[in-house]
């Protein structure tokens, strides 16, 4: 954004003299920062754990958008995963030292504004990675019920070993589950008639993993590094402190969205996006809803959605598109159950850079054959040196079209408006609120638009000291435990897809 400045510095005498101006596109430290949009105050901690449900509320999603790697749309074609489609995701990164603003750490919504119903705007947000010194709390990290013990989420350690040649060697602990709603049981054999299959025993084998509204524990064994290697340790197990709590948000319960303007809904016998201008426009916050449905308040979203029957159309049905603040006549109205707990509200729109096709992640190795044609190349060609990569038409793009899922960089932030919402039960989102982020995203080229609703909760856990390669105490405490309950959505882009 332009802004006018002064040429050179002056005197308050020589001010008062009207001097002249010119536009320059740049601007002086702590000058124009709209004291409106007023970021949360930096926090120092000594490592971030954050404990997520996340739900796919719509079409076009890839995991990606978690902060994972996979480019795959969740849906039908996901057979791990089956309506509504949710995962749970543990991430933690510990380091040896007080982080001066560790709470931006986070993995996948921004820490809100203090202030109800306020927003802020990040512009290409990055974090001081590879700056700081990671620990090592043992091969795991676990949440486990505090009510009973029992295990709800463990998160791994990366690399669960360590290389021979540890110089770059960065250590953090993640866990991905499919969400587990309640306890599941499966048949044994008893122990007083083995051999009698009407006597077979119910027992548990997995338990809920995001058990909402409840309390869970942080533990971990503790861990030892070696001189050479680059990170610290914690070398006593959490046990050797008090019980560290977290009280899990509520689930995000039903969401209605409304607006005034088109709505954007999948053709399945031509096999691509449909805009219905149709004026004013409501629909569940969920993966898939029938177009022709109204709802008219969030307890008509109680009732599940009558997903296609069929395998045929099962197998290409797609979840829900929104339509964003800069198509309607007076923003996207959402409106939701306020609950019974005191969560935090948080509502971020990302801006997404345009996805470059050159990129491999997006591309497949291929070998040019002696006709001209290409075919994708062997493990064993993947290095050669007539390798090419090319832009991976069969799984990304429909009907000639790029495909939703990448409608945009999914690993992109360009631009992130944050909001904490009032937990009243309605807000809307205008497109005044999105003003910044998208004067800053248009001219670098928007490729999509991806939106998050949060309840979450935080609490501080107090751990052990760390210990560096070289014997140094470090006191890290405290470290912030974050856990939400999140669900994802895209708005339709004007461009996208076309």
Not at 7 to 20: H, K, P, Q, W
């Amino acid at each position: 954004m332009k802004r006018t400045i002064g040429i050179g510095i002056a005197a308050l005498a020589l001010l008062s003299c009207g001097r002249e101006t010119v536009d320059a596109e740049l601007k002086g430290v702590g000058v124009g920062m709209n004291p409106e949009e007023i970021g949360p105050a930096p926090t120092a901690y000594g490592g971030v754990i954050e404990y997520n449900h996340v739900e796919f509320g719509g079409g076009g999603l890839p995991l990606a958008l978690m902060g994972l790697s996979g480019l795959t749309e969740v849906g039908p074609d996901l057979i791990s995963f089956q309506p509504p489609y949710s995962a749970i995701l543990g991430f933690s990164y510990m380091f040896d030292e007080m982080l001066p603003a560790a709470d931006t750490f986070t993995f996948v919504v921004p820490v809100p504004p203090t202030a109800d119903d306020h927003c802020y705007t990040q512009f290409e947000p990055v974090g001081p990675i590879g700056s700081f010194t990671t620990v090592d709390v043992g091969d795991y990290m676990e949440f486990r019920d505090a009510s009973d013990g029992s295990s709800v989420l463990k998160l791994g350690r990366y690399p669960g070993d360590y290389p021979p040649d540890p110089q770059d060697l960065f250590v953090y602990y993640i866990g991905l589950e499919s969400f587990v709603p309640g306890v599941r049981e499966h048949l044994v054999p008893s122990d007083a008639a083995p051999d009698d299959p009407l006597a077979m025993e119910s027992v548990s084998y997995r338990s809920n993993n995001f058990p909402f509204g409840q309390d869970v524990s942080l533990n971990f064994p503790g861990g030892f590094t070696q001189f050479d290697q680059p990170v610290s340790s914690i070398p006593r197990p959490s046990s050797s402190v008090p019980e560290n709590i977290l009280t899990l948000p509520e689930e995000m319960g039903d969401v209605l969205l409304s607006w005034n303007g088109p709505k954007y809904s999948w053709d399945r016998a031509v096999g691509e996006w449909a805009r219905a201008d149709v004026e004013q426009q409501s629909s569940c916050f969920e993966f898939y809803r029938a177009p022709d449905e109204m709802p008219l308040s969030p307890e008509d979203c109680a009732t599940p959605a009558s997903l296609p029957s069929g395998e045929l159309d099962y197998n290409t049905f797609k979840g829900q598109m929104y339509t964003g603040p800069w198509e309607t006549d007076g923003g996207v109205n959402l409106q939701w159950d306020v609950g019974e707990s005191d969560d935090d509200l948080v509502l971020s729109v990302r801006f997404l850079a345009e996805f470059d096709y050159t990129d491999p992640g997006f591309s497949y190795p291929a070998v040019q054959e002696s006709n001209g044609e290409y075919r994708r190349a062997q493990i064993c060609e993947e290095g050669a040196e007539n390798t090419e990569f090319l832009f991976d038409e069969d799984r990304y793009t429909e009907n000639g079209k790029i495909s939703a899922t990448l409608q945009g960089d999914p690993s992109s932030r360009m631009a992130e408006v944050t909001c904490r919402l009032k937990n009243d039960g309605d807000f809307t989102l205008t497109e005044e609120m999105l003003e910044s982020a998208m004067a800053f995203s248009q001219p670098r080229g928007v490729g999509g638009v991806v939106f998050y609703l949060a309840r979450g909760t935080e609490a501080e856990a107090v751990v052990p000291a760390a210990k560096d390669q070289y014997d140094q105490r470090h006191d890290i405490s405290p470290v912030r435990l974050a856990g939400k309950s999140i669900r994802i959505g895209r708005f339709w882009w004007p461009t996208g897809g076309e």
